[in-house]
């Protein structure tokens, strides 16, 4: 794929969504990280229904603590792997609490040191909190990447460095969400939606769907 129809697929995702974001609710940039802790292999939608019990009462590491690992492990436990995810939130909190004074650090070191954070998370949370142009390569990401042309790749990492250096500048810091919803509602795994695609004349995809 040459450049100048990669930045004409940005340029339609814009006009389409001007200002996308995440999915998963939260009010503040800790409340974003404890959600995308607990959404590893886990859906937007079921962390959401999870973090509605607690997020009204818990908005930093202080108050996750109080609740306490017992009252946290059964509130998330409709989440798939919730009591690993429940210990790992908790010794996260602990750590934000007694090195970064109940903040959320903003650096990819400091992320991915606390439990429970793998790259993907420590990306997630530098593109939403704090407007870093970083790439977080989910399923969704990788597949959309691989099958449009984007940016193809064997790996995670591999589409996502391809993303950093491909994406033109001026759209690199939306990105991430463009594609994750592109490929969540559109270019879905199975079948996808290519009649109803506003990229599809020009992605590189060869199999396209055709209208029902």
């Keep these: 794929m040459n450049a100048e129809k990669r930045k004409e697929i940005f340029a339609r995702f814009k006009a389409a969504n ?14 974003l990280l404890i959600a995308v802790l607990l959404s590893a292999q886990a859906t937007d939608k079921a962390v959401n229904i999870a973090t ?25 436990r409709t989440i798939g792997l919730y009591k690993t995810k429940a210990k790992n939130a908790l010794a996260t909190c602990e750590i934000l609490q ?16 606390l439990p429970g954070v793998g790259r993907k998370t420590a990306n997630v949370v530098l593109n939403t909190a704090f407007g ?20 193809p ?3 995670v990492l591999e589409v996502e460095k391809k993303l950093l250096r491909l994406v033109p500048k001026e759209y690199l810091l939306d990105a991430h969400h ?9 270019c879905v ?16 995809y060869k199999d396209k769907t055709k209208a029902s």
Aim: charge should be neutral.
């Design 18 to 31: 001007p200002k996308p974001t995440t999915e998963l609710e939260y009010e503040n940039n800790f409340q």
């Design 52 to 76: 509605r019990k607690f997020f009204d009462t818990c908005k930093t590491p202080q108050d996750i603590l109080d609740m306490g690992l017992e009252k946290f492990t059964e509130a998330i």
């Design 98 to 113: 007694n090195q970064y004074n109940g903040q959320v650090p903003g650096n990819r070191e400091a992320l991915e040191s």
């Design 132 to 151: 870093q142009p970083a790439m977080a390569v989910d399923t969704h990401i990788f597949r959309v990447s691989n099958r449009t042309g984007i940016a």
């Design 153 to 155: 790749g064997k790996n």
């Design 178 to 186: 463009w594609l994750i919803l592109h490929g969540r509602y559109v």
């Design 189 to 204: 795994a199975r079948k996808p939606k290519c009649p109803q695609c506003g990229i599809a004349d020009i992605c590189d």
